[in-house]
């Protein structure tokens, strides 16, 4: 079974709207880590966001927040007010901490950002 | 701005040459990631490094691929022979081992065989 899904291969926003990109994941490890990178045309993974399964409240950095639920295993991004340098492949990805320190990574979301 | 450096960052070979690709961590990173992306599989886990000793290595293919930390400041990872099912681009990401565990990525080594 897949620990990461993206489910959404591609997603279209306009300018100045927000925009979700949806997570899922599966770990029986009680402590894990979440994470989302960017990767934009020119190839590198640029680190977003970050949530750990113990914190008490949704992550945020500036116009990224993460949508953490729990109970439904879920670790939605949320960019507010997007702008045309956000088109770029998406990646949540997950560490679980019972084990070595490396990263499970979903297939990626394409979103594109229109005028 | 400490980064991840690698080089090089294009690479064309021919099948059964050998390929050596290098990747410098960020200065007092002491977890070294070696990751593959391709279309089909996306992004992989090929080794990884905790203070230069090799952790975990299953994802990657031992008769051809081997992967070293010669030095805190070098990692190399080496593909001989080289066939086409190789050509991905090759991630190198480091960390400081911290509960936080954020990885640094750099630019990546884009290889082609041919």
């Known amino acids: 079974a897949q620990k990461i899904t993206q489910t959404q291969p591609g997603m279209f926003v306009q300018e100045k709207e927000a925009v979700t990109l949806d997570c899922t994941y599966d770990?029986?490890?009680?402590?894990?880590?979440l994470f989302w990178y960017k990767q934009p045309s020119s190839g590198e993974m640029i680190f977003l966001i970050y949530q750990g399964s113990y914190d008490q409240q949704n992550a945020t950095e500036g116009r990224y927040s993460l949508n953490f639920q729990k109970a439904r295993k879920s670790a939605n991004l949320v960019i507010s007010a997007s702008q045309l340098g956000d088109s770029a492949m998406y990646f949540c990805a997950m560490r679980e901490n019972s084990g070595y320190s490396t990263l499970t990574f979903g297939k990626g979301t394409m979103l594109l950002v229109s005028p | 701005d400490a980064r991840v450096t690698q080089t090089p960052r294009d690479k064309v070979t021919e099948m059964g040459q050998e390929v050596t690709m290098r990747c410098q961590p960020i200065?007092?990173?002491?977890?070294v990631f070696w990751y593959r992306q391709t279309m089909m599989q996306g992004l992989e886990l090929l080794a990884y490094?905790?203070?230069?000793?090799?952790?975990?290595d299953s994802g990657m293919p031992k008769d051809r691929f081997s992967a070293e930390m010669p030095d805190a400041t070098l990692a190399t990872l080496k593909i001989q022979p080289s066939e086409p099912r190789d050509s991905a681009v090759y991630f190198c990401a480091s960390g400081s081992g911290s509960s936080y565990n954020e990885q640094f990525f750099g630019p990546g080594t884009r290889l082609t065989v041919l």
């Open positions: 200065l007092g990173h002491n977890t």
């Open positions: 770990t029986s490890d009680p402590s894990y880590g």
């Open positions: 490094f905790r203070n230069r000793a090799p952790l975990d």
